[in-house]
């Protein structure tokens, strides 16, 4: 055959070069010998190919470092997108795979405690009646640990993270979620009939803080009228007067700070020019906020005078009804 044919030539050329079956497999055995040697240097990595590799390893460094400058600025990017228009920001953030897709992932997103993020913003996103956003909410409060926490401390804790919305409907839906899940996270606390106590009851302790706090409310709110305002609330009984009592004095001592953390970007990341707009937010909000209090002081009247002519079915529906009408006209007056 062909090979047979090329021997043949060799070997007429140098008989040396004719190899025969001996040698042949000693050439094999030091072949192999040879290439577990170089698997041995392989393995040891000789020092050629260390050098290579660790300047690789600088260059990955250099890399990544550059890569994560790279992040954060696309991090800050999105945030700052979120705080002018929260969807837009999301799907910017979660284009660059630095927020996910489901709902979870949103929810734990807002509950960083990112201050970059505008908590006026976060208040409306929350409060927004689209489904998304709904489910956004439920996951969010849902991450939120009540449990064994008197109401005020769990209202407290509730309202760092964002700001009340203006709206009525946002704040309604925010306020009854946050009920729900305090009476979930206390299932025996043994003190509200159900969860529209603790819902109309943390009105009442929004309206007494604004009361006690705001320098717009010049007459302050008693005990008794405090104690008065909640007749009825628990399922047409009285909740305790001492439980009300304790609680008037907890929020006379310290406010619920509503105004949430963070930055409000719109009128921070601005020049000083603005810092007027700091003050003249303040003072809306302060309105805001004694919209927010007439609001649950109507509410709280409406629930304490229907109580002798409605059943207590109705008087629960009528109370969130009362509660709806009343608020959009006041903020409406502003």
């Not at 043949?8 to 577990?36: A, C, F, M, W």
């Not at 460094?61 to 400058?69: F, G, H, M, R, S």
């Not at 405690?113 to 489910?135: A, M």
């Not at 700070?257 to 990341?269: I, P």
Request: charged content about 30%; proline content about 2%; some cysteine.
């Amino acid at each position: 055959g062909m090979f047979g044919g090329h021997l043949e030539v060799y070997g007429r050329v140098d008989k040396r070069l004719y190899i025969s079956p001996n040698t042949q497999s000693n050439l094999s055995s030091d072949h192999k010998r040879d290439s577990k040697q170089n698997e041995k240097l392989k393995g040891s990595g000789s020092t050629s190919d260390f050098n290579a590799s660790s300047s690789l390893g600088n260059k990955e460094n250099v890399e990544q470092i550059q890569n994560l400058k790279q992040q954060k600025e696309i991090l800050e990017h999105g945030i700052n997108l979120f705080n002018q228009k929260p969807r837009k920001g999301l799907e910017f953030l979660q284009k660059h795979a630095l927020v996910g897709t489901s709902v979870q992932d949103i929810a734990d997103f807002l509950c960083k405690e990112d201050d970059r993020l505008d908590r006026t913003v976060i208040g409306d996103f929350l409060g927004d009646q689209d489904q998304l956003n709904k489910d956004v909410m439920y996951a969010y409060v849902d991450m939120l640990d009540f449990t064994n926490k008197e109401i005020v401390s769990a209202l407290r804790y509730f309202l760092e993270g964002f700001r009340l919305p203006g709206e009525a409907q946002k704040v309604d839906r925010l306020m009854e979620k946050f009920a729900s899940r305090y009476c979930e996270c206390n299932p025996n606390q043994g003190i509200f009939a159900n969860a529209d106590t603790a819902y109309v009851l943390a009105f009442s302790i929004i309206m007494l803080t604004t009361d006690l706090h705001s320098p717009q409310v010049k007459t302050k709110m008693s005990k008794e009228a405090f104690i008065r305002n909640n007749r009825g609330i628990n399922d047409s009984e009285d909740l305790p007067e001492e439980y009300l009592s304790s609680i008037y004095d907890e929020i006379k001592e310290s406010e619920i700070k509503m105004k949430g953390g963070g930055k409000d970007s719109k009128s921070q990341n601005m020049n000083q020019g603005k810092s007027l707009d700091q003050k003249k937010k303040q003072i809306l909000w302060n309105i805001e906020l004694e919209t927010i209090s007439q609001t649950a002081k109507a509410l709280m009247e409406s629930a304490s005078h229907v109580k002798q002519n409605f059943t207590t079915a109705t008087d629960e529906i009528y109370v969130k009804h009362m509660f709806k009408i009343a608020w959009t006209p006041l903020l409406a007056a502003f």
